[in-house]
């Protein structure tokens, strides 16, 4: 991902887990990701692929592009 559509994916990914009040563990236990997997995509250690963004926007009830604009 290039880095503008990292920061809105980033961010649209820290507001929403704030809006649910989910933790980065408790979110990457639910879409199956050992718990700190959460964490390292939001420092930007590991970029996620496609089956575990589409298990991120399940698991908030969004569109997948929706994870991608600019809020």
């Not at 991902?1 to 563990?25: A, P, Q, V």
């Not at 009830?61 to 600019?70: A, C, K, P, T």
């Amino acid at each position: 991902m290039n880095e503008k559509i990292t920061d809105i994916f980033i961010n649209n990914l820290k507001r929403l887990r704030k809006r649910y009040g989910c933790s980065c563990k408790q979110l990457s236990e639910l879409i199956g990701c050992d718990s700190s997997y959460i964490s390292k995509v939001e420092n930007r250690r590991i970029i996620p692929p496609l089956d575990k963004i589409i298990a991120i926007a399940n698991f908030f009830e969004v569109e997948f592009i929706d994870l991608f604009r600019q809020q």
